[in-house]
């Protein structure tokens, strides 16, 4: 379990934007990863984390994911952007306090292009599911 | 995300609508996306093409579900200030479809269909 300022080993991002605050598991083709939703989270609204939060939790737990690989090697975390978001549904909106689950699959890597799929869920109720397509800068 | 970009003119007419947008490199979001590299992130566009259909359509949308988002082209502030917005909503039963670009010119950086309906 990686948690607190140890998520900064992990992911490129730093304040306002980081969506992920727990990687609890990770092995070489899939992770669950956590984020608890605070008030002044940059894409909360009236009380409700909107769809574009949702959407980056789901792309920064997948860099958290591969950036579990590089912390393993000793490196730092690689730059990657999304390429493509396929299926997304997003069910409902999570409130200030929940605590987001997300389960992260990898479906293909090739060349720096990740193909993962998704679902986060707050305890049992699904929040999102997708697919994404992301691409890694080569250092 | 509050002062991500503004709206430099826009057209709208029935459900469609043109924007020309300009994003702010002063925005908070890039001290962390990314330190010393400033991306504009790829859900902070989405969030933009959401506040232009919205002006459009005349109310607060709620988007359910994101069938396809292409984003073709590392968009930043310094690199890529003016952009185009297009929008165009279809009523679908009780939904709207919601189709939308970015893009410059003859230049394509993102494409975007979605499903969308009023924020209750």
Redo the contacts between chains.
């Keep these: 379990m990686i948690g607190g300022t140890d998520i900064y080993q992990l992911i ?7 969506m992920v605050d727990v990687v609890w598991s990770a092995d070489e083709t899939c992770a669950e990863t956590g984020l608890t939703v605070q008030e002044d989270n ?2 909360v609204r009236n009380g409700r984390f ?4 949702l ?2 939790h789901i ?1 920064q737990s997948a860099a958290a994911f591969a950036g579990y690989g590089t912390f393993a090697r000793g490196e730092e975390p690689r ?1 990657g ?10 069910s409902s ?1 999570p409130k200030v306090g929940d605590e987001l689950k997300t389960r992260i699959q990898l479906m293909t890597e090739v060349g720096g292009i990740r193909l993962i799929s998704a679902e986060t869920k707050v305890k049992d109720a699904v929040m999102a599911s ?1 697919q994404m397509k992301i691409f890694l800068k080569e250092k | ?1 509050r002062d991500y970009f503004s709206i430099t003119s826009e057209k709208i007419d029935g459900f469609s609508g043109l924007f020309a947008v300009r994003l702010n490199p002063d925005c ?2 890039y ?5 010393g ?1 400033p ?1 504009s ?4 566009n ?2 933009m093409v ?1 506040a232009c259909a919205e002006k459009v359509i005349g109310f607060p949308l ?11 082209t ?1 968009i930043t502030p310094l690199t890529h200030a003016d952009l185009e917005l297009k929008i165009a909503l279809t009523p679908k039963d009780e939904r709207w479809v919601l189709n939308a670009e970015i893009g410059k010119g003859e230049e394509n950086y993102m494409t975007l269909k979605a499903e969308v309906t009023k924020d209750e």
């Design positions: 490129p991002q730093r304040p306002p934007i980081v940059i894409f909107r769809e574009p939060g959407i980056e792309a730059l952007y999304i390429g493509e978001i396929k299926d997304c549904t997003l909106l997708c | 995300m908070k979001v001290e962390g996306h990314f330190p590299e991306v992130p790829g859900v902070c989405i969030e959401l709620r988007m359910i579900k994101l069938n396809r988002c292409r984003l073709t590392l």
